[in-house]
């Protein structure tokens, strides 16, 4: 059994010199990239290989939102109990757990035969995902001293980057290539060797690490804030297809009421001694319920706004997978660029970044609105411009977000702010591709003919600019300036 050490801690034998424990830092840290890539890159794919997933698979327009809402959702639930588990059992063991798991997951959506299977699926591979993904955090600080931090950290952004312009890239190849037959299933076949090697080397390379006085799961806390997000996320995606019956709407009033308990919960578990899932006294301050607030309808435009782009390159332009990927090309060179920038600005502007961004990010979504409207034929090379502007704004969102907002938490609410940050982050993808996959299917009349989606995609920015109005005025809320340490790679 492996004894528990602090964070700051490892139980890996110590290198036998200096040049050996720096590379054997370096490899870990490849290790645990590899894993965030993975998860960047099956956050992405689906929204390129959707069509061709249900061209081959059937359902409704609904199954294309449910392959990106299906995993965020499950990854966003888990994601602070996997943390929570990496203390109590080690986090070493639970990357691996997570790893082995997200591998079984992709599997499984390889060999899937129906949509349902496919689904189910997804949700494996999002809640090995949240099991998988948060002990990078710690083990970082577990392996590498306070002057090779910053590095180690700094280069999250990077690869996140060329992830992210990657990631359409490769899944419109594989989808168009067909290799051995395979379609679209090899977007999952390719994370089997990714996730296998992650094993083999993380077994070797990655310390033990737990926490002296492990917390207690909070599974009644879990299974709320569960419900919660399914509550609302499942009427959103399902009830245009169903009529919007009746019960669709008491579903999303309910959820409502169940984030309520859930933050009863949690305040009357704290003060009876237990470990609640998030720290309640964290809603009490404005900063990062701002942020709570900002971060979930600023990645919700993010995940729905690049669901919905590839819907009408796909379906309402004819173009092929590969297209659609080529066509996220100059909205990634755009983040990246933006993102640069950022990191050099955030010193001097703070929350005025943010808003910067958020201005900018508007300029190129209007900028795409004109391109729809004026242009005879609309091609790829028409949208570009407004796409590099969009992702300038994103990245320089993006670069100040999580300093600032963790600007108003004190330090011993670090961690459980983070979590809290970053599940909001992916349920906000989740509810992204909810919201504006179906305000685009639902205002797409004619569907299968293909005339209807330009008017579908007009009707969604139109959307995207009042999500990105209410994010500039919810921003308010955010600190002016980030404290120095706080922070979030």
Known sequence: MTTPVPDSMSAAPAPADAETGHRWRWTALVVLLAAEVMDLLDALVTHIAGPAVRADLGGGESTIQWLGACYTLALAAGLITGGRLGDIYGKKRMFLVGALGFAAGSLLCAVAWTPGTLLAARVVQGAFGAVMLPQG????????????????????????????????????????????????????????????????????????????????????????????????????????????????????????????????????????????????????????????????????????????????????????????????????????????????????????????????MALGAGGLLVVLETAGQVTVWAMSPALVVAGLGMGAVMAPFFDIVLAGVEPRETGSASGALTAVQQLGGSFGVALLGTVFFQSGTALHAGTGFGGAIRTTLWLVLGMLALTFAVAYLLPRRARPGAGHP
């Not at 992210?164 to 999952?188: E, K």
Request: proline share 6%; hydrophobic share 60%; net charge positive.
């Open 137 to 360: 955090l710690g083990l970082i600080k577990t392996m590498f001293p306070p002057r090779e931090m910053p590095l180690a950290f700094g280069l999250f952004g990077p690869v996140m980057g060329l992830a992210s312009v990657g990631g359409p890239l490769l899944a419109g190849w594989l989808i168009d290539a067909d290799l051995f037959g395979t379609g679209w299933r090899m977007i999952f076949i390719i994370n089997l060797p990714v996730a296998l090697l992650a094993v083999l080397a993380g077994w070797w390379v990655l310390p033990e690490a737990r926490t002296a006085r492990p917390p207690r799961l909070d599974l009644a806390g879990m299974l709320l804030v569960t419900a919660a997000g399914l509550l609302a996320i499942y009427p959103l995606v399902q009830g245009r297809e169903l009529g919007w019956p009746a019960w669709t709407f008491a579903m999303m009033a309910a959820s409502a009421g169940l984030f309520a308990l859930f933050g009863r919960y949690e305040v009357a578990r704290r003060r009876a001694g237990g470990d609640p899932l998030v720290v309640p006294e964290l809603f009490r301050r404005r900063a990062f319920s701002g942020g709570l607030v900002t971060g979930l309808v600023f990645f919700a435009v993010i995940a729905g706004f690049s669901l919905v782009l590839s819907l009408y390159l796909q379906i309402g332009l004819g173009r092929s997978a590969t297209d659609a990927g080529l066509a996220f090309l100059p909205w990634s060179i755009g983040s990246a660029i933006g993102a640069g920038a950022g990191a050099a600005l955030v010193a001097r502007l703070g929350r005025r970044l943010v808003h910067l961004g958020l201005a900018v």
